[in-house]
């Protein structure tokens, strides 16, 4: 008998709650939280599966319905997959008693709930934009000292962005619903209320209201800009889309400008540029440059200078910031040809910035994603992204515990392979757009 993917998506949901309760602690590893890890895979499972059925669904309010129905077990369960929540509270009690979150940590104070906080941010400045402090800020202050009411409206942000997703998307003319039930969300956005998803709204809105405003569009992108400073990777493809000498003036006044007043109201400016460096001295394979970095490293280990292993990763990050540059210059100019891939450009674009960044963790992704599920996507980009959205999930344990982090050397090996299969295929479609009459104007046609 054949269950209705919505009900098999509540099942899963309730699961995931439990296995919250379970194994959602860090460092508990006794028989419950075994059991929970236990739970959390066929919990996944299933939820993958009741999405994956309806990923051709293409009644909006249907979809929004089952994310509703599928979140609700989320909502009062512990948060899943990471634990950046608490972190976010202790930055917010910062914020309230005046301190300057560019030069400290939540140990300073120290927060209340330092305990609960990830030991990389307990003394770790926040790498955040003015506008998410004040959010910060605003949530601790409404919570008055209880943690699971700072949670709950940390959750509520988090809603109000992915419901802001959605409507921009609309604004588009397409609908990107199926991605508010998707597990990446679920999981990283409705429990782990990652503000990934603020960014993400924010630059569906730029680009939505670029149709009518330049100026409306340079607000929206400096309050992407104002969560996280990622989103300038967006920047230059909002701009194709006013593309004149007043919109180009008026687009940079009110990005500016609005990221200008939010610095200035909050005391938070741009201090957030020394603290971006405090994920670096993570090293995981999930970031490609990085993994490759990795096994270069590995290599050198073998070969008897083990010492070189730090200086191979250096080396690997900064060649990929340079990919990346390149990535994203190719990707301006395909759109430049035809405005109507704008959109397609920018999600490659915000994605290409996650994965080959210095770290790279799975709610990384869903800014461009999200970007992407506003697109009419097609062939073998659809099913890249949604099984980005469905797959990113396994990379974590519900206590945050990282898989990558129990797998690096085959990972590291495994970008490797990555990128030789990349450079091979890129190499092979080079050469046949070469031959005459077989030119594709671009991208391959089958990324959408």
Known sequence: MRINPRWLGLGASVLLAVSGFLAGRPYHHDAAWVTGVVV?????????????????????????????????????????????????????QLFDAGLDLYRVGPAELPCTWLDSVPPLWRDTPTPYGPLWLAIEGGVTWLAHGNLHVAVGLFRVVAVLGLLLCVAAAARLNRTNAVLAASPLVLVHVVSGVHNDILLAAFVLAAFALARRSAALAGVALGLAIAIKVTALIAAPFVWLLVFTRRGTAALAATTVGTYAVLALVTGHGLGFVTALGSTTGLVQWLSIPTGVGMAAGYVLRWFGAPEAFG?????????????????????????????????????????????????????????????????????????????????????????????????????????????GWAAVTLGRRARARARPGDQLGGLPRDLG
């Open 40 to 92: 959390w895979f066929v919990a996944l499972i299933l939820l993958v599966h009741a999405w994956w059925g309806l990923r051709d669904e293409t009644d909006s309010k249907r979809l929004l319905v089952t994310a509703a129905l599928w979140s609700l077990p989320l909502l009062v369960a512990p948060p899943l997959g990471a634990q950046d929540v608490y972190a976010y509270a202790c930055q917010g």
């Open 311 to 419: 200086t191979a990763v250096a080396v690997a990050r900064a060649a990929g910031f340079v990919a990346l540059a390149g990535v994203l210059v190719g990707l301006w100019l395909w759109a430049y040809k035809d405005r109507t891939r704008v959109l397609t450009a920018a999600g490659i674009g915000l994605l290409a910035g996650a994965v080959l960044g210095p770290v790279f963790y799975a709610w990384y992704a869903i800014a461009g994603i999200a970007v992407l599920a506003a697109t009419d996507l097609h062939g073998r980009l659809r099913t890249t992204v949604h099984a980005a959205a469905a797959g990113l999930v396994f990379l974590t344990l519900p206590d945050s515990l990282g898989l990558a982090t129990k797998t690096k050397v085959p990972g590291a090996f495994l970008d490797v392979a990555l990128v």
